[in-house]
């Protein structure tokens, strides 16, 4: 007899947020305050950033939700060390702005740049990397200060290895964090170079780009069976970086391409030519605006897009990484997947599922490419109906195929296949976190599935 498996279909994973309370945090004493368990602040207390998450996360059926989008004040760049520091809630763009006033720039291209410090450190904030340097932002934290679930201002530096490897992806379980400051780098210009290929093609080049210097990103398109694959290459010779290139493609992926699709999924009822002209736009607009206009840029230019998140806040999308050395034969094998299981549903995503490489980062537990570099994989609909069976179908391709899922952006995560992949860095993490928060007060029924 085989045994059943239940269909999570992700609507508990995301409750409503109906019966939390919700504060807006403007100072650290206020905040102070308010973690203090003598405030008898409703349990269970979640930390949240800009909400750019796509998982229960940051969010609580009951308790209470601490945005602390107020404490958005840059503190001091120092231009001799190459270091910022700033509040949590100061979002990606302010920062970024503010370095490349000081010639100065993030290490690493972080676009969607609406999120915030905070929710960049506590949930892995990964993007295409150049060269041997880790692309996620946590790694280049240097000292951290967070109030911790009992109400206590703490401060954790870099030379505290195991506490900082526990922050770093903490996803807000060990206390909120208030302030950071990271290690920057000046502003070094890049040029983008693209290439439109077959995935056979693409599968044929990826491990070579894997072990290269050099940091790509790239759009499948599976039912046309197509790469745009966009490589990135310090050079002195970059020349002029302009921002308009970078503007139009912002502007192109965030807001034309995902409003277009809804409305041709409102008005072509006709599924066959509905997804015919959807991949048609999706294939100019990557071969037009990206691979004419964009061809030299820095890591402040790239990581200028998605600042304004609310356009994108309708954007469905699960994520999913994968060791690169396998990534030829998982692109093939997702291409199959997204056929087969749209013949079978007549589910597709009409947004192209985007993928760069995350270089091997062991800064924290949590991190996904601990064990391996990776490459990540961002599946993206504006779709809503049959997205939530498309992700548990997504989930058993991803569990066979190796996949690390991510505890803010994997939609339909068994906690079981969870505690497989982190193992005894998860169980490291966990006695960390009773620890710091011996009564759970930031442990919410979607976390305690895996963090309890
Ligand atoms: C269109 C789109 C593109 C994206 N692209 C990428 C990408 O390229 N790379 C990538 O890695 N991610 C990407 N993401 C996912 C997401 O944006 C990141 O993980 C981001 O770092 C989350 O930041 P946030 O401010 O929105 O945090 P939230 O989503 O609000 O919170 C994330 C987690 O951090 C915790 N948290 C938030 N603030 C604090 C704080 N101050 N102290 C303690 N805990 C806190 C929350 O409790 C939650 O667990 C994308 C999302 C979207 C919608």
């Not at 970086?241 to 970078?246: E, L």
């Amino acid at each position: 007899m085989t045994a059943a498996r239940l269909r999570n279909t992700g609507r508990f994973l995301r409750p409503a947020n109906s019966g939390s309370a919700e504060y807006t945090i403007n100072n650290v004493r206020e905040l102070i305050r308010l973690m203090d368990p003598a405030a008898r602040t409703a349990a269970p207390i979640r930390p949240a950033g800009a909400g750019s998450s796509c998982t229960g996360c940051n969010s609580t059926p009951a308790g209470t939700v601490i945005s602390i989008a107020g404490l958005d004040n840059i503190l001091n760049i120092d231009t001799f060390n190459n270091t910022v520091s700033a509040q949590g809630g100061v979002r990606l763009y302010r920062l970024v702005e503010a370095l490349a006033e000081h010639g100065l720039e993030l290490v690493g291209a972080h676009e969607l740049a609406g999120r915030t410090l905070g929710g960049a450190i506590a949930a892995p904030s990964m993007g295409p990397g150049i060269g041997q340097r880790s692309s996620c932002l946590a790694s280049r934290v240097l000292n951290v200060k967070l109030v911790t679930p009992g109400g206590k201002l703490m401060k954790v530096s870099a030379g505290q290895k195991d506490l900082m490897g526990a922050v770093r992806s903490s996803y807000g379980l060990l206390g909120v964090i208030v302030e950071a400051t990271l290690r920057v780098q000046p502003t070094a210009n890049f040029t983008a170079s693209h290439r439109k290929l077959t995935i056979d093609d693409f599968c044929s080049v990826v491990d070579t780009l894997s072990n290269n210097e050099v940091g790509f990103k790239f759009y499948l398109l599976p039912y046309r069976d197509r790469v745009y694959l966009d490589l990135r290459r310090y050079s002195e010779s970059a020349g002029h970086t302009y921002r308009t290139p970078w503007k139009i493609k912002d502007w192109g992926e965030s807001t034309v391409l995902p409003n277009l699709f809804k409305s041709f999924n409102r008005l072509l009822p006709l599924h066959s030519v509905r997804y015919q002209v959807i991949d048609t736009v999706s294939e100019a607009t990557q071969g037009i605006v990206n691979g004419r206009f964009v061809t030299t840029g820095n890591n402040t230019l790239a990581g200028s897009s998605g600042r304004n998140f609310s356009r994108t806040r309708n954007l469905l999308y699960s994520t999913w990484c994968f060791p690169a050395a396998d990534f030829s034969v998982v692109a093939r094998a997702y291409r199959q997947f997204c056929q087969q299981s749209y013949a079978n549903s007549r589910y597709r995503c009409d947004m192209p599922a985007v993928g760069y490489y995350v270089h091997r980062d062991r800064s924290a537990f949590l991190s996904p490419s601990f064990d391996e570099p990776m490459i990540a994989l961002q599946t993206s609909s504006t779709q809503a109906s049959g997205w939530e069976d498309f992700v548990i179908d997504l989930a058993d391709f991803a569990e066979h195929w190796a996949g690390v899922p991510l505890f803010n952006q994997t939609r339909s995560l068994r906690a079981d296949y969870a505690r497989q992949v982190y193992s005894v860095r998860l169980d490291y993490f966990r006695k960390v976190r009773r620890q710091l928060d011996p009564e759970d007060r930031l442990l919410t029924p979607f976390m305690a599935q895996y963090f309890q």
